[in-house]
């Protein structure tokens, strides 16, 4: 519109120098034509400025709904992205889910398992009360009978604990010697020395241990030939059941 009323308006520009030098005219028609050219002419400018100014607005429009659109387009594809994000998290909710259901199953079985494993548990250990009442009874008259075999028997076996006292005594002595001539050979002493105590120590601890006398009788408790021998029993038979 703006190009068309520039055009127009040379035209008419055109045609007024044609009418002054081509030919002479009077002269209130050429003001006529001046006149009509100068209305023309002021109406294209105001046809002009009214587009331009329509022009601009409908840019202005244009952008406006441009920036409406890309703001649309980023709230759609948020909206979007969040929906992406919404099925993942359902997703791994529900895979969740079945792996707890699974778990829930899995613990209800082994629960199971275990109750009835404290049930078999239970009938044993009931069954083994049981036996071990029995057997305590039965083991009360026999060691009332034993009593006097043991009290002998402790006798006898202080004695030679005794002699024993005495013999590591004697090799405590020597090691002790045999330390202070020779730090090289300090560790190995020390270990000797140390059996020797816990020889001893077994020995009092066998000195003391009375159940076995009513189970064997007149038979050692020990597999110790040369102690069997010093107390006058018989080697006991490995066969020989024992009461702990």
Known sequence: MYFWGVGI?????????????????????????????????????????????????????????????????????????????????????????????????QLQEAVAILAEHDAHARKLLSNRAHMMKEALVAS????????????????EVAALLSQERQKVDQER??????VESSMAAANTLMQAATKLEVDRLKLELEAYKEPWAYVGGDKSPTKRKDLTRHLGLRSMSLNVPQPY
């Not at 005219?25 to 050219?37: E, G, H, I, V």
């Not at 109406?43 to 409908?58: E, G, R, V, W």
């Not at 009360?140 to 006798?155: D, H, Y």
């Not at 002595?173 to 045999?178: H, L």
């Open 9 to 105: 308006l040379r035209t008419g520009i055109h045609a007024l120098l044609l009418a002054q030098y081509s030919v002479p005219s009077p002269k209130p028609l050429q003001a006529t034509l001046q006149d009509q050219l100068q209305k023309t002419t002021s109406l294209h400018i105001n046809a002009a400025a009214a587009i331009q100014a329509q022009n601009d607005q409908l840019r202005l429009r244009v952008e406006d709904l441009e920036q409406q659109l890309r703001q649309s387009q980023t709230a759609q594809l948020d909206m979007q992205n969040r929906v992406t994000a919404s099925e993942l998290s359902l997703k791994e909710a529900e895979e969740a889910t079945r792996a707890a259901s699974e778990e829930c199953y």
């Open 140 to 155: 009360r008259g026999r060691v009332r009978q034993a009593a006097q075999n043991s009290q002998r028997q402790r006798m």
């Open 173 to 178: 002595a020597a090691i002790t010697a045999q």
